[in-house]
């Protein structure tokens, strides 16, 4: 079986198998996103006609999905990749109907307040999201009862117990793993603003697994994607599932929504 092939995973992940993943491999920036994703929707209740804030969604791998997958309108909001390249991978993906390609950064985003359903952010919020204040910020733009998910590169111990960054990871990403937290602080971190109901927060099930078979189909089909990838293939394979997998987090923003929208009492 090539790596290529090995993607295909309907056993665990049967929403992601019926994406082509030379598809996939060609909006490569990270670990396998729709795979996240997915295991991250188990906990979310996402229903069609919901408006999605995707944050940090890079080529627009996840946004495709979720306006395939679970019928929601979507805005896809990246810093790094520019809206005309994103809206054109919406178009080529027939979903240009349902998803708006918005650059802004993660800080400063162009919205008006409580004006979704969902926030959902994959393989991004470490980047921007560790500030004690991040999240109150990014609230203002979630209705009251809305949802949060957020999937992130995690440790399984925090680096503070440790002592230190383990070689293996240190030397490829330096100081930047510190934003790699367990599943436990990320819920604290929720939880003590009283902002939002933490619903679920746990470590992805063999995803430190995940990441290393994405990415050694990154490094057999991608051009230069040996000479590009194989330091993350060290770091994985040093690692061996010790300390690397992936923190999947939900919540909802305490208050009642309005009457009559997603999210009320049935």
Known sequence: MTALDD?????RYPRSSGYDPAWLLGLDMGPHPLWLLENL????????GMRV???????GATS????????????????????????????????????????????ALPFEEESFDAVVSVDAFEYFGTADNYLPYLLRFLRPGGQLGMA?????????ELGAIPPHIKNLVGWEALAWHTAEWWRFQWAMTELVTVT???????????????????????PDGRAANQPVLDMLTADDGEFLTF???????????????????E
């Open 152 to 160: 992130t590169p995690a440790m399984t111990q925090e680096i503070r």
């Open 247 to 265: 923190a999947l987090l939900t919540a909802h923003k305490n208050g009642a929504p309005p009457q009559g929208t997603y999210g009320a009492a």
């Open 200 to 222: 679920s927060a746990r470590l992805q099930k063999d995803g430190w697994q995940d990441w290393l078979r994405w990415t050694r189909a990154c490094a057999e089909h991608l």
């Open 41 to 48: 929707a188990e906990d979310l209740d996402l229903r069609p």
């Open 64 to 107: 495709v999905f979720l306006a395939r997958e679970y019928g929601v309108q979507v805005v896809a909001a990246d810093w790094w990749i520019a809206a005309d390249e994103a809206a054109a991978v919406f178009a080529e993906a027939g979903v240009e109907d349902r998803v708006d390609a918005v650059r802004a950064e993660a800080h």
């Open 7 to 11: 993607l295909v995973r309907p056993d």
């Open 53 to 59: 804030l995707d944050l940090g969604s890079g080529r």
